[in-house]
């Protein structure tokens, strides 16, 4: 990078979440290789997120009573980068304030020369007029734009779509591993899936020879994980004392051993699919989100509505989701592709290198 000029990176998130975590490592990753020193704004999380991100001392850290701090080294800088965290992007009424202040640092950028990032994000449900007029005007002034469902595109009106980005992380799949595992991993505050969602859920790992393990990914769903093991006749890979880089490690080495994974959490899948297994969603009157972000890489009839169909219908459904690996296997290693491609466009932005240019999906 030129002289003078300093990276920018804000990534506050849910924590203790793994999905959360797994993507602003990345992108904080990606933003690593163009410099030495980044200025870091995590807000309110806790040392363990630092960790996890790979925060070195060299960075400048600022934390919510900091923020004005951060903004202050911005428009001192010459030739400021701004990367703002991917995820969810929450444009309730009650984040109109902050929508104004990332207008504010995004414009200020532009004033000084340097390039605006927003990775793959999607706008979650609930959206305030008012907060998606900000965050429009802030995409508009942005070079690089990405959403990650065509929803969020149409919402903003602005950039182009992409992968999630836990989608990058390396495939880990091992086909000299056997595949005797059947995951179920479902979100604690929805409500308990049902009679018939259990019956069939069982009938299926019996009639398949598998074993169903139920795992939290999300520490709030720790008590759903151990209420499923039970009505299941499964078994319970608790988050226990274990940090969350541990508790991932448990998941990845469970994952890789699984031939299908059942949640109505997106991360679950995604990470479950990077390690070979078979993502379903399995809920009743799911939300759209599970299903619009695969199929926006190619993979579609990802989910099911469990509310108003009986065990007799489940069955079949998950009957054909497990001979759908090879598929999986492609769509994993095309969104990969165009991941890398984002990833290059991300560095020359940031470094001051090249034209701005946006990435469209590889589906």
């Not at 414009?107 to 998606?132: D, I, N, Q, Y």
């Not at 959403?147 to 000299?176: C, I, K, Q």
């Not at 990470?271 to 926006?296: D, I, M, Y």
Request: net charge positive; charged share 25%.
């Amino acid at each position: 990078m030129a002289e003078g000029s300093r990276v920018f990176a804000m990534m506050t998130g849910d924590y203790p979440n793994i999905g959360d975590a797994l993507i602003r490592e990345r992108v904080f990753a990606w933003v690593r290789t163009a410099t030495e020193a980044a200025d870091v704004y995590v807000g309110s999380a806790p040392q363990r997120w630092l960790e996890r991100l790979g925060v070195r001392a060299s960075d400048r850290v600022y934390s919510t009573r900091q923020l004005g701090s951060f903004f202050g080294a911005l428009v001192r800088s010459r030739r400021p980068a701004l990367v703002v965290e991917p995820g969810e992007l929450d444009l309730s009424a009650r984040m109109l304030a902050r929508q104004f202040a990332y207008l504010v640092f995004a414009a200020t950028v532009r004033v000084k020369g340097g390039a605006v990032v927003l990775p793959p994000r999607a706008v979650a449900r609930g959206a305030f007029g008012p907060s998606v007029w900000v965050h429009r005007a802030m995409s508009r002034i942005s070079q690089h734009v990405w959403w990650r469902n065509t929803r969020s595109l149409d919402v903003v009106g602005h950039g182009a779509l992409a992968p999630d980005v836990a989608f990058s992380e390396p495939a880990y799949w091992d086909d000299d591993v056997a595949r005797g595992k059947l995951v179920v991993s479902m979100r604690g505050p929805r409500p308990w899936p049902g009679d018939q969602w259990v019956r069939a859920v069982r009938s299926f790992a019996d009639e398949s020879g598998l074993d169903v393990v139920c795992v939290p990914q999300v520490r709030q769903d720790e008590a759903r994980a151990r209420e499923l093991a039970e009505s299941l006749g499964g078994v319970h890979l608790p988050w226990g004392d274990r940090g969350d880089i541990d508790h991932e490690a448990e998941l990845r080495s469970l994952y890789r051993q699984t031939a299908i994974t059942v949640s109505d959490r997106l991360h679950v899948l995604i990470l479950a699919s990077l390690g070979g297994a078979v993502p379903v969603e399995l809920a009743p009157s799911p939300a759209s989100k599970v299903r619009e972000h695969f199929a926006a890489v190619g993979y579609r009839g990802v989910s099911m509505d469990s509310a108003t169909a009986d065990a007799a219908q489940l069955i079949p459904f998950l009957r054909g989701a497990r001979g759908r690996s090879p598929e999986v296997r492609r769509v994993v290693l095309r969104a990969q592709a165009t991941l890398a491609e984002l990833e290059r466009t991300v560095l020359d932005a940031v470094s001051g290198r090249g034209a701005p240019r946006s990435v469209e999906p590889a589906v």
